[in-house]
């Protein structure tokens, strides 16, 4: 019950601390015969890992995974798939002194609420490092949802109040991966850009949005109650570290459309049924429709700043709390695969279930 | 695998067609020896009630709740709840005429993608009637809350564009059910049923968005990783029909924010750690921090409207639709329970978690 | 957490003390578009109905079942099916003199340490009545099982120190339930049928052996660690009241064999790999190798006997106590159905998770 | 779904094939603050360790643990606890031969039938290796039961024909450990470990039985309809490679018995209700009632003998296998301490489960 594992048929159980000498995670439930793709694993990890670009933490890490077993031959086994990720760069020193001082928005204090012990190398599983479990998981999940024809990809719609304009209906992936802020929008990029280097040389952070589109989905995935697509899509989206926000199709900006305009009209297209619109974001009823799956999440500005806070520390005497670790003015350029690793889980988890249904 | 259950510790199973005899829900992992407050349950069940205001449809349930197990004397028994909620409004006839037309936003479409076969006496499990049975679940919930001093109220915020002008910190229970709209603004309240009624007679519906503020639950209930409380949180409110969004605590506005304003300063409080603002919504590290926790569900227009809509039926035909149902122009006044049954059943499962940590 | 739940891809949740109007069970998981056989449902409860014989008790239960969702026109919607077991003859005046005499081999003590309260009006969960909503659920189970030419088949093997000569290869229905004690070999029908009027005359009772048999099973069915078939099989049967033991194939016998006359040598018989020994029960690693799954299960005595006995009763203090309550002196005949439902849940649950292989 | 989980509570994942570069388990759920003691669970792998001892294989493994994370300086954080364990003498090579050729009693056929593929370097998931990760995990639930005043002790009971005269009430570690056999009768020890050298000269292999005794248990434990005490116990037994049967207290003896005499008499002892006999082995209801638990598992003789045998290769072509791995002639000995970590981690989750009761 300690809440380390997601999924039902397709079921992930991370492990590690951030400064231990690894971290880990194991994937239960993938079908046997699948075949590997290591490229597309070290790429979703590289895309991840912090120091890719001036825009991150110098902070490096090499995560070079380990696959323990479930994978023979290039291929897999149907039995649990570990993947270990090294932790090469563990500067605990950096961390002493923060030992009893309540970092503000960290998880410092609600860890001695609930456990009455805390690990002081870091930020134990409340590390950032812990999503590159994740994003390998995620990547064995796309490598499955490739061979079904789905895709799954994200980019930075908004940092702080600079938007991308209009955004596409499809996403140009070779646009996203053009500039290291992953904003398709060239233009758009450029701004965000210089406003996480802005806010880097402020010593302060700021957030932003990610958006999310899932294509070639097909009609029939989810379940109609709790477990919905779009219910363990927003789970899936909140347990990711600095989320504060989550949204389907029209989203927050559809509470104020009326029905009569909110609605998707059926229509036929090539012998198949569609929607001329997509408010629904590809899901009605807990249940794809075949659409486009779009979403989008919400990140705050990442906890950790240079600039000097009033907190108290464990014994409630105030203090000044100046961070000297490394860490991301920005965090949503490298949350990109993160996303599209836990969308794609999700995904592959409804996937597995609905053959169940034998149709 | 299903999805008809939701929880780990505090688990419920529903059941139920909206237009079979009757629909329930099991409610398992209650600890024994609990008072049972019917009041309680009814006026959770009566606040959803359909037909309880000239802004929501004229469709009758009687909502008596049939405790079958689980209870004696009184008291939980620690074995499991089934509350038996009979139907007792069915006019299937209202519905024949949709048999083979895809209602636009229902989900009729992908039910059948699904199953291959559907209901067609009403929604099947879509039914909104469905929140009922999470209703008399949530209340159940509540009671262990509030044995704990844990209280859950939710008000609605928005109706289309109209919002409340300011929201409070804390919730005035009195002023959210002094009128059928649940806005505890009374100027905004008037605007809000306003323009209910002009949806309404245009044959419309229009949307909103439900705050829910959860006060005095102790800091330490989350788990880190992927059982968080606001992700547990999120699934939960985003398997609620007709939401397409969620946010807690600063929410996409947090997107622009820098994090020197939007880190929340601890500071000591008669003894006890708090923080002087809450962008954080009262969970940091998905564990909850001692402050309220405040999260915010974006409703879309309900589907069902009387204006003629385009579609096409199951054979992809076009089609137009004119629907002849009775249902709500807007969701959210009485989506208010359903929103606190949820959160409630999200916290107490969170709060018997908690207790296996033995502190 | 109550463990009222059993099963993963098809999950059934059970409800309901003895005492009150019914019970219940929900099944989730059941693909949709199945056909449901009213025949074989009524057919099962019947088999485990008090009151069918001599041979058992006089209370008398009708288990008319009312399925309250998830049928529709004679077929499954894929939404959960709650079936409701009224419970007619209900006499909690017989229990009353009970409510604080601690019945020897009861679970009156063990729910007083659990829960601290008690439903004194009968055996509240403990109750045999329970397993009428698990042969309910069964039922639905084997109409999956046979759509797929799986057959569960049980009958009793031993009462007391009568056992069967020899146990044959395949079961005969027809004489199974020829007698009503349910054992096939009519020589040793008769023995133990009189064994039973002898122990029931001395207000006694006596306790028996069922063998199962499943036949038609695809060999791949099981998971190779903790979700064996074996496993699976066991926990499902250790968890039917009053039951001691389990043993698949050789069981507790095979102990003493050596590997060389254990192990089941592989043959080919038309086209298809057999083995030409069936030591292993049917499952091999875990996993069904497409031979009968046989396996027996071990009652024990009933607790509730007419003959006086020594006791405490919930203040510590010693109390004789003879019983009044109305219970078979044998449990083993009524059982039968019992197991093959349990089996056929545990059987359909691996039907359904094999498909997530995709093969 | 892939099985590979165990426990509700406290819960393990263990992953890898036996002949990778290493195995391993991640423990979730154990309380924060726990003392790890690093002896025991040393001790724990020595016991279960091949090469101990003439009457067991040649093949060595270290199992040198290595604690990944979820540890904190000699204590539990909370955390997932992940336990390595390298695979240090992997001889490939003895297996290359066995590739086609589907071993007698092995999980060749049924892996071929569930996956498709099989990784042909040793016995993948159904290798004894496996056990080496429970019973790591096992240790540590054993940390946490040794705290609330709980023991495990497990032994042999019998090799082949070879059966203890007389079972003690309590167990004498110190005589179980005192030969190679784990048998605390030292007459039927010697009568054991004469009757596996004389099989194991014989190339062929014996099985057994293990008893075993947990005791200081308090009552209350176990949930009472599918996750009985018993049932959860009889799959962990269940789940452990060769084991055929599973019995708890008078076991598959018990069904030739009266009730009035197999009813376990209520008495008071040092103002504590207890029974003046066992015969229900400890649990009542499925809820442990305070006395001793006692149960007692089935082992087949190993698969793997020296003996030549008749079977065919993956295309049905007959051949004669003779095995030249090397392998135990008796499982038992070294399965003492599996079935004790398996114990100890069904009586660990239950104990957990009960602390939500609040009492």
Same mark, same amino acid.
């Given at each position: 019950m300690g809440g380390n594992s997601f999924g039902k048929a397709l079921c992930i159980t991370t492990f590690g601390e951030s400064h231990a000498p690894a971290m880990g995670v194991v994937i239960d439930g993938l079908p046997a015969g699948m075949a590997v793709d290591m490229d597309l694993l070290n790429s979703m990890l590289a895309r991840r890992r912090?120091?890719?670009?001036?825009?991150?933490?110098?902070?490096?890490?090499?995560?070079?995974?380990?696959? !323990?077993?479930?994978?023979y031959d290039g291929r897999t086994l149907g039995s649990p798939i570990a993947v270990l990720l090294a932790n090469? =760069?563990? *500067?605990?020193a950096d961390y002493?002194? !923060?030992?009893?001082v309540l970092r503000p928005s960290h998880a410092d204090h609600t860890y001695m609420a609930k456990?009455?012990?805390? =690990?002081? *190398?870091?930020?134990?599983?409340?590390?950032?490092?812990?999503t590159a479990c994740r994003v390998a998981a995620g990547a064995f999940a796309l490598m499955l949802l490739r061979n079904e024809g789905v895709s799954v990809n994200a980019y930075v719609s908004s940092v702080g109040a600079v938007s991308m304009k209009e955004e596409p209906l499809s996403v140009d992936t070779k646009a996203v991966e053009a500039?290291?802020?992953?904003?398709?929008?060239a233009e758009a990029a450029a701004l965000m850009m210089a406003l996480i280097e802005e806010v880097k040389a402020a010593g302060d952070s700021v957030g932003g949005t990610i958006r999310c589109v899932i294509s070639g989905c097909p009609a029939g995935?989810?379940?109609?109650?709790?477990?919905r697509l779009e219910a363990d899509l927003a789970k899936a989206m909140l347990s990711i570290n600095a989320t504060k926000g989550f949204e389907i199709g029209?989203?927050?900006?559809?509470?104020?459309?009326r029905g009569s305009a909110h609605n998707d009209p059926f229509a036929t297209e090539e012998g198949r049924i569609i929607t001329t619109t997509n408010n629904s974001g590809g899901v009605q009823g807990g249940i794809s429709n075949g659409m486009d799956i779009r979403f989008r999440v919400a990140f705050k500005p990442?906890?950790?700043?240079a600039v000097p806070q009033r907190t108290v520390d464990v014994s409630g005497q105030p203090q000044v709390l100046t961070a000297k670790g490394r860490h991301d003015p920005c965090v949503v350029p490298r949350a990109v695969p993160i996303v599209e690793a836990m969308a794609a889980l999700v995904v592959a988890d409804h996937l597995l279930r609905q053959r169940m249904q034998g149709r």
């Open positions: 912090p120091g890719q670009s001036h825009l991150s933490t110098a902070r490096t890490e090499t995560d070079a995974p380990q696959i !323990l077993s479930g994978v090469t =760069d563990q *500067r605990s002493d002194s !923060l030992q009893s456990y009455g012990v805390r =690990d002081p *190398r870091g930020g134990g599983r409340a590390s950032a490092r812990e500039t290291p802020v992953r904003c398709p929008d995935l989810g379940e109609p109650v709790f477990d029209s989203g927050f900006a559809g509470t104020t459309m990442v906890a950790t700043i």
